[in-house]
């Protein structure tokens, strides 16, 4: 991936991750596996702010309401937030999968190993 084409968050940590994930041992693979529940509780978190934008949208005089480029600025930030989001749940079901075929590998390891 050329430096070009990361041009997002997303495509920061799919690069970063594309680079390291070969190089992880068990115990840092099951961090990253992991994170998807880190990203259910942030997109919760923008769930929650965006309802509270809408609330206080509806709830406010006219003259008080954002102006287009707040709207266009908190819309932007949240599409890239939840691109990176999916991002992190992309890496955690990569992390898992490493995870379970590096045990499966061991397990096979271990039963083919011959007593001394």
Same mark, same amino acid.
């Given at each position: 991936?050329?430096? %070009?084409?990361? !041009?997002?968050?997303? *495509?920061?940590?799919?690069?970063?991750? +594309?680079? &390291?994930?070969?190089?992880l041992r068990d115990e /840092?693979? *099951?961090?990253?596996?992991?994170? %998807?529940?880190?990203? =259910?509780? /942030? !997109?919760?978190?923008? +769930?929650?702010?965006?309802? %509270?934008?809408?609330?206080?949208?509806?709830? !406010?005089? /006219?003259? *008080?309401?954002?102006?287009?480029? /707040?709207i266009t600025q908190v819309?932007?930030?949240?599409?890239?937030?939840?691109? &990176?989001?999916?991002?992190?749940? =992309?890496?955690? *079901?990569? &992390?898992?999968?490493?995870? =379970? %075929? +590096?045990?499966?590998?061991? =397990?096979?390891?271990?039963?083919?190993?011959?007593?001394?």
């Amino acid at each position: 991936m050329s430096k %070009t084409s990361i !041009v997002n968050t997303r *495509d920061a940590l799919l690069h970063l991750w +594309s680079a &390291a994930a070969g190089t992880l041992r068990d115990e /840092e693979l *099951d961090y990253y596996a992991k994170l %998807t529940g880190f990203a =259910e509780l /942030e !997109v919760r978190n923008i +769930s929650t702010t965006l309802s %509270t934008l809408a609330n206080l949208a509806a709830n !406010v005089g /006219e003259a *008080d309401q954002p102006n287009r480029d /707040e709207i266009t600025q908190v819309l932007y930030s949240t599409s890239y937030q939840l691109d &990176a989001l999916a991002a992190l749940i =992309e890496i955690a *079901d990569c &992390a898992a999968y490493c995870l =379970e %075929t +590096s045990r499966k590998a061991k =397990e096979k390891s271990i039963r083919i190993k011959k007593p001394d």
